[in-house]
């Protein structure tokens, strides 16, 4: 947690430093300005601080989301607008600009109690599996950098404390192609404070097969050498755009044939 509160003292003092600035009167100006017709344009210093600070602060915030480890879509929309509304806003009038520093506040507390919240789940939650019985699809389909989806997956949880079983949804990010189905088994992680909530238990894998493997590993069938072909081409495309490195890739290709 040290670290994801550095990056967000950093991000606060990055987004509000240029408008403090203006406030201020530190940059050619001597307190607000109201920017109308007959007043005076910004100054190219204003501009300049303005500009350095929202490519500061954007860099910072994208540290602070990989050290958060989530990403949310309103989070990236604040720190792409945030900035700007503060900057202008403290041109205008100090009681804007405290508006602004409210707001900033109170995204940082949010995103400081996610990781929070997180990092709790990490070293207290208990350990479960659950069993799918059934997938929810949302209203709208959002595929994520063309390789993530987002689904709610209904789950019967089965706690490895041997606590009674029960029903729970999980709300979760999966890669296309790892969709899970009825019958599969995830782990996660269990709130002990609230059963009912559910995050996907990295230190294990995650997803399980249904039934157990066969006590003797079966010939692998050719009749569809079609399918392989195009899993192949699937597999160097995803390879292609990045998404898999050459390590990734081998496993991949090893699995597909089983060898």
């Given at each position: 947690?040290?670290?994801?509160?550095?990056?967000?003292?950093?991000?606060?003092?990055?987004?509000?430093?240029?408008?403090?600035?203006?406030?201020?009167?530190?940059?050619?100006?001597?307190?607000?300005?109201?920017?109308?017709?007959?007043?005076?344009?910004?100054?190219?210093?204003?501009?300049?601080?303005?500009?350095?600070?929202?490519m500061?602060?954007?860099?910072?915030?994208?540290?602070?989301?990989r050290?958060?480890?989530?990403?949310?879509?309103?989070?990236?929309?604040?720190?792409?607008?945030?900035p700007?509304?503060?900057?202008?806003?403290?041109?205008?009038?100090?009681?804007?600009?405290?508006?602004?520093?409210?707001?900033?506040?109170?995204?940082a507390?949010?995103?400081?109690?996610?990781?929070?919240?997180?990092?709790?789940?990490?070293?207290?939650?208990?350990?479960?599996?659950?069993?799918?019985?059934?997938?929810?699809?949302p209203?709208?389909?959002?595929?994520?950098?063309?390789?993530?989806?987002?689904?709610?997956?209904?789950?019967?949880?089965?706690?490895?404390?041997?606590?009674?079983?029960?029903?729970?949804?999980?709300?979760?990010?999966?890669?296309?192609?790892?969709?899970?189905?009825?019958?599969?088994?995830?782990?996660?992680?269990?709130?002990?404070?609230?059963?009912?909530?559910?995050?996907?238990?990295?230190?294990?894998?995650?997803?399980?097969?249904?039934?157990p493997?066969?006590?003797?590993?079966?010939p692998?069938?050719?009749?569809?050498?079609?399918?392989?072909?195009?899993?192949?081409?699937?597999?160097?495309?995803?390879?292609?755009?990045?998404?898999?490195?050459?390590?990734?890739?081998?496993?991949?290709?090893?699995?597909?044939?089983?060898?």
């Open positions: 947690m040290g670290r994801v509160n550095n990056l967000l003292i950093a991000w606060c003092a990055l987004l509000l430093a240029p408008g403090a600035l203006d406030a201020a009167g530190a940059l050619g100006h001597h307190g607000p300005i109201v920017f109308t017709r007959h007043s005076a344009t910004p100054s190219g210093a204003l501009v300049a601080a303005w500009i350095v600070g929202y500061a602060q954007l860099f910072v915030f994208m540290a602070l989301m050290a958060v480890g989530e990403m949310r879509v309103l989070w990236w929309f604040v720190a792409s607008l945030l700007w509304i503060c900057d202008w806003s403290a041109a205008v009038s100090y009681e804007y600009f405290l508006l602004c520093l409210a707001a900033t506040a109170a995204v507390w949010w995103i400081a109690s996610v990781a929070g919240a997180a990092r709790f789940m990490t070293e207290h939650g208990l350990r479960a599996s659950g069993e799918v019985l059934e997938v929810i699809e209203l709208m389909n959002v595929v994520i950098n063309n390789v993530y989806i987002r689904r709610t997956v209904r789950l019967r949880i089965a706690r490895d404390d041997g606590a009674p079983a029960y029903e729970a949804r999980l709300k979760g990010t999966f890669m296309l192609g790892e969709i899970p189905k009825v019958g599969d088994r995830l782990r996660v992680l269990v709130d002990p404070n609230r059963p009912q909530h559910l995050v996907p238990d990295d230190s294990k894998s995650t997803r399980a097969p249904a039934q493997a066969e006590p003797h590993p079966q692998r069938s050719h009749a569809a050498p079609s399918n392989i072909a195009e899993e192949l081409e699937k597999l160097a495309n995803l390879h292609s755009r990045g998404v898999l490195d050459a390590a990734e890739l081998a496993a991949a290709k090893k699995k597909l044939l089983g060898d």
